[in-house]
């Protein structure tokens, strides 16, 4: 199975940066790989940020947290990373990894990403 894990979340303040990735948990990404970043605020649905692809990297951004957001892989430590700035008090969130391999959709388990005043 593919099962993305999330790591980096944890306090930010707010108008601060914070850098998340996601490996696959005993595995690796493969060239197909559509790696997709999600967010979910406290009374809000659950929206997708940015996607990417394994192989060539090419990135597509929703309105979500465009402009503030920027996704990108590493090859050698087999890692998606999501790169986060201007993060406000009011906008507290679990960020979710999503990988489709073979047109299935696997999900993090998420991580905690509280905002500080």
């Not at 073979?102 to 905002?115: D, F, I, K, L």
Request: charged share 20%; net charge neutral.
């Amino acid at each position: 199975q593919v099962q993305p894990v999330e790591s980096g979340g944890g306090l930010v303040q707010a108008g601060g940066s914070l850098t998340l990735s996601c490996s696959v948990s005993g595995g690796t990404f493969v060239g197909d790989d559509m790696v997709a970043w999600y967010r979910q605020a406290p009374g809000k649905e659950r929206e997708v940020i940015a996607t990417n692809t394994w192989d060539d990297g090419s990135r597509h951004y929703t309105d979500s947290m465009r402009g503030r957001s920027t996704i990108y892989r590493n090859y050698h430590e087999n890692r998606a990373f999501l790169h986060m700035n201007g993060l406000q008090f009011e906008e507290p969130a679990i960020y979710y990894c999503r990988v489709k391999r073979a047109s299935v959709v696997y999900w993090g388990q998420g991580t905690q990403v509280p905002v500080s005043s």
